[in-house]
């Protein structure tokens, strides 16, 4: 397992665990073991030599030295030789060259022995100088030894070296005790030991050398193949992506080809013969305008896209062109340029996707908002003819059951009237409802913002509710928190006709009991929040049923529609209207408890510019309408007659008109002060008239405008067009004369300027 393991190493960690101090140990260690044998058997051949030179006993002595000395030795090192011991390298390495010293002393004390047991003297002085060439033989081999592995392991190789020469400096001193008469002898002696110790420092730096110059080189190899191999693996990686992307590009659904610097196709997958119509022999060597081209491409296009490639940038562009077959189809193309290490273009990379189905399908969205807005124009038209056309009999309904009221009356007939005003009245009610959200689907409902009184607000609506309270016998409570503001910014319409829904609701759910309202504020730095609740003792809504509440044309439950009667618009209406005024409504119920609806607006601080509301009828002079004029411009038989009923105690001087072309010759012969005008008339609108009207050069009167119409842009086109106020039919009687009214003051003025 290990061996395996290492052979997964690159070359540069081989060298690192090689050559580290771990590793020259290890190399060191290993080398020692390896020929331990080889160096007992030298030993048992120095010792026989010895026994047979000088005594059997000396050389089985200088045996036994070796071989434990490098049996210590070697025992020591073979117990740290695996490399993965964790042992730290420093202790090793001393504890070791502890141990060779033990071994160059018992080597040194072989290559010794036989000039230590030999008497020196002049009669044996030949055998002295033997046994002193044969100690130095001996340290020489050794000295050899230790210089081969000093590299792995300097302190062991130089402690056997300093050792070594000891022990040949004491062989030669040995030798020369007591023969002083040969003096220049053991001069030569020593000079030549002088020379075995130069010779041999001469060997160990060239060993050295060597080592290091064989570490460099095996360094240099070994950062070689490293980075050849991470050429080879980013080679081999490119490679693989290359045929990855050639795969992709083969089988990819869009089309991709490739084009030279002068702009041919050198290279197209299936998908372009595909889309285009075009296999690859028809396609190599020529321009994609040649092929693509029609005359339905743009050339702003073309022009696009040759700017693109020449700028060397990568760009995506939409374009339609022309298969093979003819058939048109409209391409997105996304060009990606590479280029030379000069910046000049070498290649460019093309890739298309067809967007024939996306455009059909972005074509039929188009034709299909044309269509809804076509419709809603439609519906918007059918809306106001509608409603026109409903609320002009409604118009005279409810005017001539009004007039029916105040005329002498048995209590029957009176019966009839109050029945006839009621039908008309619900019958309104819910026309109003049902435009009220066809106006809101239409996004025609615009929000009118000017400052109001939020108290007065909700006290004058909830005193209409009074009558209906006390006729059932329950009580009405207001409670307004200090912190709402006198005045606030908003549309105070809206807000009546919320709390109206609300509080209708209430009172026509509740039989006995009370409806309490109460409102707060929250201020904040740049809005004021209003909020406000109603809440009631009635019938109260289960818990299932009150997510439906809010949907159109549904109630809690269908007998409530046949008991209490209703269309189930009104808390649509109010959540809409809360929404578009950045709030909402909810509610929280049990049945049999009655309910607590809770709603929230967004006002904006008042501005300072006050509307005043209200403005009652005994505000101006009994003779305010004394000598008016009126010209009242009214296509419709019956609403002439309703007006002219509405106005026949009242001191003015009546013309009628039957269209807008006779409203214009009245405003000159008739010379009227008030001109009340009918919007939908023939030959000329009341839009048209009142333009007519104003581009005269004569007295301009007050046009104040009469229209079944309910939509907000209704009141925009008339004011737009030059009229002075706004009256919706069905008309009231008190309308109609508050509005004189309310006019009569600027009418002197205009007299009297």
């Keep these: 397992m290990q061996r395996s393991a290492q052979n997964t190493d690159g070359p540069l960690e081989t060298y690192h665990r090689r050559y580290s101090r771990r590793g020259l140990m290890n190399r060191y260690a290993n080398g020692r073991v390896r020929y331990y044998l080889f160096r007992q058997s030298t030993f048992v051949l120095l010792a026989t030599l010895i026994g047979i030179l000088l005594s059997p006993n000396i050389g089985l002595i200088c045996f036994l030295v070796a071989v434990v000395g490098d049996t210590i030795d070697t025992m020591y090192l073979r117990r740290i030789s695996p490399v993965e011991r964790p042992t730290p390298v420093r202790p090793l390495l001393r504890l070791s060259t502890v141990t060779a010293l033990i071994q160059a002393a018992s080597v040194a004390f072989v290559a010794c022995a036989p000039g ?58 040995w030798s020369a005790i007591g023969e002083p008469e040969f003096e220049a002898f053991h001069a030569f002696q020593l000079a030549g030991l002088l020379i075995l110790y130069l010779s041999v420092i001469f060997f160990v730096n060239f060993i050295t050398n060597r080592f290091h110059r064989s570490r460099k ?35 990819a659904n869009d ?25 690859y022999d028809e396609a190599i060597g020529k321009l994609p305008g040649e092929l693509l081209n029609g005359e339905d491409t743009d050339q702003a296009v073309i022009d696009a896209l040759e700017a693109g490639r020449a700028t060397g940038k990568p760009f995506r562009l939409e374009i339609r062109n022309r298969r093979k077959d003819g058939q048109l189809i409209w391409l997105e193309t996304n060009q990606v340029p590479m280029l030379r290490e000069d910046g000049s273009v070498e290649t460019v990379i093309a890739v298309e996707r067809d967007m024939t189905a996306a455009k059909q399908y972005e074509q039929q969205l188009n034709d299909a908002r044309i269509a809804a807005e076509e419709g809603a124009r439609v519906k918007s038209e059918f809306l106001a003819t509608m409603s026109h056309e409903i609320r002009t009999p409604m118009n005279g309904v409810i005017g001539m059951a009004q007039m029916l009221e105040r005329t002498e009356l048995d209590e029957e007939q ?116 209003l909020r406000f609740s109603v809440k009631d003792s009635g019938i109260g809504i289960a818990p299932e049923q009150q997510s439906r509440i809010f949907e159109r044309f549904s109630q809690a439950d269908a007998a409530i529609t046949r008991r209490f009667g209703g269309t189930g618009l009104g808390l649509t209406i109010s959540r809409l209207l809360c929404e578009a005024m950045g709030g909402d409504i909810t509610v929280r119920s049990e049945l049999g408890q009655g309910a607590t609806f809770s709603a929230y607006l967004r006002m904006n601080p008042a501005t300072g510019d006050a509307v005043v509301e209200n403005a009652q009828i ?30 026949q105690d009242e001191p003015v001087e009546l013309a009628f008109a039957m269209d807008g072309s006779e409203a214009v010759e009245q405003a000159v012969d008739f010379r009227p002060d008030v001109i009340l005008m009918d919007m939908s008339m023939p030959v000329m609108t009341g839009l048209e008239a009142t333009e007519a009207i104003r581009e005269m050069e004569i007295a301009q009167p007050i046009i104040t405008a009469l229209t079944a119409n309910a939509f907000d842009s209704d009141r925009e086109a008339c004011l737009r067009a030059g009229m002075d106020d706004f009256l919706s039919k069905p008309i009231n009687r008190s309308d109609l004369i508050a509005v004189l009214r309310k006019h009569c003051q600027q009418v002197a003025s205009r007299a009297a300027g």
């Design 414 to 529: 009176r019966l009839y009237a109050d029945t006839i005003l009621g039908s008309a009245r619900t019958l309104l009610s819910l026309i109003n409802d049902v435009l009220d959200l066809s106006k809101m689907d239409a996004g025609e409902v615009t929000l009118s913002e000017v400052d109001f009184d939020p108290r007065a607000c909700f006290q004058q609506t909830l005193k209409l509710f009074e009558p209906q309270a006390q006729e059932k016998g329950i009580q009405l409570h207001l409670d307004i928190a200090e912190d709402v503001p006198q005045l606030l910014n908003g549309d105070d319409r809206r807000l009546r006709q919320v709390i109206l829904n609300l509080v209708g609701n209430a009172v026509k759910f509740t039989d006995d009991g009370a409806v309490a309202v109460s409102v707060n504020a929250d201020h904040s730095r740049d809005h004021v929040t």
């Design 217 to 251: 080189n095996t360094l240099a190899v070994a950062l070689q193949n490293k980075q050849l191999e991470q050429i080879n693996a980013k080679l081999q990686a490119q490679q693989l992506q290359s045929e990855r992307l050639a795969v992709v590009a083969e089988n």
């Design 116 to 173: 230590l047991f030999m008497d020196p003297g002049p009669a044996d002085l030949h055998e002295t100088h033997a046994a002193t060439l044969f100690s130095l033989g001996i340290l020489i081999g050794a000295a050899i030894n230790a210089t081969v592995s000093l590299p792995h392991h300097p302190m062991a190789g130089i402690v056997r070296l300093l050792v070594f020469a000891a022990a040949a400096l004491l062989s030669v001193v």
């Design 618 to 647: 005994s505000d101006y002079q009994d003779n305010a309408l004394d000598g008016l004029r009126i010209l009242v411009a009214e296509d419709n038989r019956i609403n002439r007659l309703l007006i002219e009923k509405y106005l």
């Design 255 to 279: 089309s991709v080809f490739l084009m030279d610097s002068d702009g041919r196709i050198t290279w197209v997958n299936e998908a372009f013969s595909r889309i285009t119509g075009y296999q």
